[in-house]
């Protein structure tokens, strides 16, 4: 069982950064890939980025390439994303997963956080 904890989401002007942290309990976070997704108002949640296991695999989302960075610290137990350059279609409530890399593709994963809002002023 992981639980998942999301930090660090508010209001931001565009073009400004911002960065959001997920703990994790458990002894086998090191064992997941870990990822984030987000869901804009009005729309589905969608894949933003995914790590794997040791840190050393990531891939990103087209929209989001060059712009955000996910992180993780298994010493912690906490991955991360930066987000620079954020645009108002930036906006959305931010989920962290846990779970394959294979599922989070797909847009399913093991285990969900509770989401953080983050909102991008134009």
């Known amino acids: 069982q992981v639980q998942l904890v999301e930090s660090g989401g508010g209001l931001v002007q565009h073009g400004g950064s911002l960065r959001l942290s997920c703990a994790a309990s458990g002894r086998t976070f090191g064992s997941y890939a870990m990822g984030w997704f987000r869901q804009p108002p009005g729309k589905e949640r969608v894949f933003v980025a995914v790590?794997?296991?040791?840190?050393?695999?990531?891939d990103y989302a087209d929209s989001v390439k060059g712009r955000f960075t996910i992180s993780r610290d298994n010493a912690k137990n906490t991955v991360y994303l930066s987000m620079n350059s954020l645009k108002p279609e930036d906006t959305a409530v931010y989920y962290c997963?846990?779970?394959?890399?294979?599922?989070?593709?797909?847009?399913?994963?093991?285990?969900w956080g509770q989401g953080t809002q983050v909102t991008v002023s134009s």
């Open positions: 997963a846990a779970g394959t890399i294979a599922n989070m593709y797909g847009g399913q994963s093991d285990y």
């Open positions: 790590i794997n296991w040791s840190g050393g695999r990531a």
